[in-house]
């Protein structure tokens, strides 16, 4: 592509709109404009870098005996009503009606279509497994789309989809996927890493995210030094105490005053104890119905630990109203003894101590020496504390390491949820109808974009790893106009397009920095520059983008020299350059 004839508006100043620098670069770099709130084009570069990606993707999957199919966008909401998704999926499932007044949604996800594509074909057995995917837009109304292509509405992803006979057929799927999946962010240049996480609205037993590492990530991993545990905050274990007070002689609970003090530090200081001895009664609405939750008040909640715990769709704090209400007091005084609410539950942390101070559920006062487990009608201890760096790996009792993280795949366990909902069963070798065991696992492909040059930036602009750069390598006439450096910008572009590599010849009759900075801008992994002072010695200039280091290649040998020199740019990103390969990291 000669960049005379290259769509790619660049910016000189970073747009007002954006906020984080992939957002920023995308836009500078004219590789995406936006359409609307969290819905934008690509243009040609950026187009060009999302093929590239989804053919790795695409690649890795075929190998691994996937099958691509392409699944509609708009879905009828009677799958949905199968499976209960139309009422619980929540405001990010985008509804509408066609002139006939029936219901549709844009589809965020397709577990319900693809199932219902399997029930009616497959009958026995012996046509299992079977593993599909597609590579298609999705849709997801985002209350907030911030963060350009990170968060947005509208997106590309690969999402597939396994049906295996039994148990062992899904893990082992599973465990094929997994292996799919770092092979893919291995080809792609990535630092990434597999990390325990919730399953959410997908559902099912298991799941692991893959997280690329970029401290501009808005996701928090807790790993292990010691043993390789990793989970994102959502899912992250805090080990039980090992032992729990049973019969601690705890004196009687009694009430005291604490005018104005609604907050557990002021408490801590007013009683002279620590904050983590006050306990935090926190008090949601899970589907309509009151819960209370204790944490030490050193401790924060972990909002999907209750909900799992519950088995609640959907949890939120309750109003201040709504407090006074269940407790006769206003916020920050709620308390566990004698609380008008049926369900109750506690950290395990609570379990190794008494003499707790709770709130009183009256105005300015609280109690001490409170024993949960006599005082209180805890219906259940269970884990429901976030995870903090202090605490011991849930595995080992190793160290925590809290590290930052962008989510561009998911892998997910889902055993019979959809199946059995749908009725996507099977005859056994002895004819007995079974539910198929599904999996699910996608990969956020226009996300990947976003994430690289989260991971991959400098002042100058993107560092695409070459593997999914919009072009691999650019040619820079220094001087257009000087007849010898033209053509023999020419005659090295005709070379390396010869060689298949996807190459940029600057054409344009500009200043040499202008050229220079749009190629790093754009992020172009292998420069090669032509002028006449090289010309004069027989050679050129090749920059890595990478590593800004810069070397002379002789013209009289130049496709040799520049094949070694870019399986050293390759191998400085971790990669081999061989497609079908497993990348060396």
Same mark, same amino acid.
């Given at each position: %592509? ?39 084009? &690509? ?6 870098? +999302? ?9 890795? %999957?075929?190998?691994a005996? /996937? ?12 799958l *949905?009503?199968?499976?209960?998704? *139309? ?5 990010? +499932? ?42 298609? !837009? ?11 292509? $990170? ?5 590309? $992803? ?18 094929? $996927? ?31 995210? &893959? ?11 807790? =790993?292990?030094v ?13 080990p ?9 002689? /705890? ?47 050193d ?19 309750? =109003?201040a ?5 269940? !407790? ?27 003499? *707790?101070? !709770? ?37 080992? =009792? ?5 590290r930052?993280?962008?989510e561009?795949?998911? @892998?997910?366990k ?8 749908m ?14 065991? $599904? ?12 994430a ?32 010898? @450096? =033209? ?31 749009d190629?790093? +801008? ?12 090289g ?6 200039e ?27 740019? *390759? ?15």
């Open positions: %592509m000669r960049m005379s004839h290259c769509y790619a508006p660049t910016l000189k100043e970073d747009p007002a709109e954006a906020d984080v620098i992939s957002h920023r670069l995308l836009l500078r770099a004219g590789l995406i404009r936006k359409l609307t709130s969290g819905i934008y084009s &690509f243009l040609p570069l950026g187009f060009k870098a +999302l093929n590239k990606t989804a053919q790795i993707v695409r690649q890795e %999957m075929d190998r005996g /996937c099958q691509e199919v392409l699944l509609p966008f708009v879905q009828p909401a009677d *949905w009503q199968e499976t209960g998704r *139309w009422e619980l999926y929540g405001r990010e +499932l985008l509804r509408l009606k066609d002139r006939h007044e029936r219901d549709y949604c844009l589809g965020p996800t397709h577990e319900e279509v693809i199932t219902d594509l399997v029930r009616h074909e497959i009958r026995s057995y012996r046509q299992l497994p079977v593993n599909l995917y597609q590579i298609q !837009t999705k849709f997801r109304d985002e209350i907030r789309p911030r963060f350009g292509l $990170m968060r947005c509405r509208e997106f590309i $992803m690969k999402d597939g989809y396994s049906f295996d006979r039994d148990e062992d057929g899904g893990e082992a799927s599973y465990q094929q $996927m997994y292996e799919a999946y770092c092979r893919i962010f291995e080809r792609l240049g990535l630092r990434f890493k597999a990390v325990e996480a919730d399953t959410g609205p997908i559902g099912g037993s298991h799941s692991h995210e &893959f997280m690329v590492l970029a401290e501009t990530g808005e996701d928090t991993i807790a =790993s292990c010691a043993c390789g545990y990793a989970a994102n905050l959502e899912k992250a274990e805090v039980a105490p090992e032992h729990a007070i049973a019969d601690s002689g /705890c004196p009687e609970h009694r009430l005291v005053e604490t005018p104005g003090m609604h907050t557990v530090r002021k408490v801590a200081d007013h009683l002279g104890v620590e904050p983590r001895k006050v306990v935090k009664t926190l008090l949601y609405e899970a589907d309509g119905d009151p819960v209370a939750a204790l944490v030490p008040g401790r924060e909640l972990n909002e999907v630990k209750l909900a799992n715990l519950l088995g609640a769709a959907e949890i939120q704090l309750a =109003s109203q709504r407090i006074l209400e269940l !407790t006769g007091a206003p916020v920050g005084y709620s308390g566990p003894v004698g609380l008008g609410v049926d369900t109750v539950v506690a950290d395990n942390a609570l379990l190794a101590d008494t003499q *707790w101070v !709770t709130g009183a559920n009256a105005p300015d006062a609280h109690l001490v020496n409170v024993d949960l487990q006599r005082d209180a009608r805890v219906a259940r201890f269970a884990d429901l504390a976030q995870v903090q760096e202090t605490d011991p790996c849930p595995r080992c =009792s190793g160290t925590l390491n809290f930052r993280g962008i561009v795949g998911h @892998v997910f889902l055993g019979t949820k959809y199946s059995r909902a009725g996507a069963s099977f005859l056994d070798a002895e004819g007995a109808s079974r539910d198929m065991i $599904m999996g699910c696992y996608g990969i956020g492909v226009s996300r990947i974009l976003a690289a040059i989260e991971q991959n930036h400098d002042e100058a602009g993107i560092v695409f790893p070459p593997s999914m750069a919009p072009f691999e390598a650019a040619v820079l006439a220094v001087n257009a106009r000087d007849e010898k @450096v =033209s053509g023999q910008a020419e005659s090295l572009y005709d070379i390396l397009k010869d060689a298949g590599l996807d190459v940029l010849l600057d054409d344009r009759e500009e200043r040499p920095g202008f050229k220079f900075k190629a790093d +801008l754009m992020g172009v992994p292998l420069q090669v520059i032509v002028g006449s002072q010309l004069a010695r027989g050679e050129v090749v920059k890595d983008r990478r590593t800004g280091n810069r070397e002379s290649i002789a013209l009289d040998n130049f496709e040799s020299e520049f094949r070694s020199w870019r399986a050293q740019v *390759w191998q400085g990103w971790g990669l081999r350059g061989e497609p079908s390969g497993r990348e060396a990291r």
